[in-house]
């Protein structure tokens, strides 16, 4: 089976551009997680889904960050306009279930906006 | 907030030798589970080891193990035999009622 898989792998845009991170979950696992990675506050929690409707976004840090889950195979986490700030890690993840068990991680998604 | 804490930022040890990561964590919980994630230069997110809290028998998988103190709500991670392929980030996690909580990470480095 397939893991996680995120696109693209890398990203390098301009500030002001529009930046959209795909995520494909593992068939079957009803939560999906957007995290995001730096060196100075480690991974933090931006949302998460669960069968395809967004339960808790408040760790997504302002309102150029947006995320859907239009189907149970297929997310994505927009910023627009994006900030050289926004510069992270960004990893989805997934799992069968809330609070059991491990949570499955796709490869990342590096973003460098200049 | 319920947090996880790695005291460790860098960690190093000879190769063949062993190495224990501490991990400490913060919950009111009394069902949760504990995870060890390893992050190569790769990025990728892998797995290590994994501990429900209510198992009192320490979990091991092959040549890592963890030291699972409930009470003191401590759970380090030993690694015997370390080898080169081990030099990687490695994060404690915690999951819970309120979602999985990551502590800021160990950066273990093997001396050839």
């Known amino acids: 089976d397939a893991g996680v898989i995120q696109s693209p792998r890398h990203e390098v845009t301009e500030m002001g551009q529009e930046v959209t991170l795909r995520c494909k979950p593992i068939?079957?696992?009803?939560?999906l997680f957007w995290y995001r990675q730096t060196m100075m506050r480690g991974l933090e929690l931006l949302i998460y889904?669960?069968?395809?409707?967004?339960?808790?976004d408040s760790g997504m840090p302002e309102d150029r960050f947006s995320a859907k889950m239009p189907n149970a195979s297929f997310s994505t986490l927009k910023i627009q306009p994006s900030e050289p700030r926004d510069s992270a890690v960004y990893f989805c993840?997934?799992?069968?279930?809330?609070?059991?068990?491990?949570?499955?991680f796709g490869e990342g998604s590096r973003l460098t906006v200049l | 907030a319920q947090t996880v804490t790695q005291s460790q930022p860098e960690m190093s040890v000879q190769e063949a030798e062993t190495v224990t990561l501490s991990c400490t964590y913060d919950?009111?919980?009394?069902?949760?589970?504990l995870f060890w994630y390893k992050q190569p230069p790769s990025r990728q997110m892998i797995l290590v080891i994994r501990?429900?809290?209510?198992?009192?028998q320490n979990a091991t998988e092959n040549r890592f193990s963890v030291n699972f103190q409930k009470a003191a709500k401590s759970f380090s991670l030993k690694i015997s035999d370390s080898q080169l392929g081990d030099a990687a980030m490695y994060f404690c996690?915690?999951?819970?009622?309120?979602?999985?909580?990551f502590g800021k990470g160990t950066h273990l480095i093997i001396q050839p």
């Open positions: 993840a997934s799992s069968l279930f809330w609070n059991t068990g491990e949570l499955f």
């Open positions: 068939s079957g696992h009803d939560y």
């Open positions: 889904f669960n069968n395809n409707v967004p339960i808790d």
């Open positions: 919950t009111s919980e009394s069902d949760y589970y």
């Open positions: 501990q429900e809290a209510y198992k009192q």
């Open positions: 996690a915690r999951r819970g009622a309120d979602g999985l909580t």
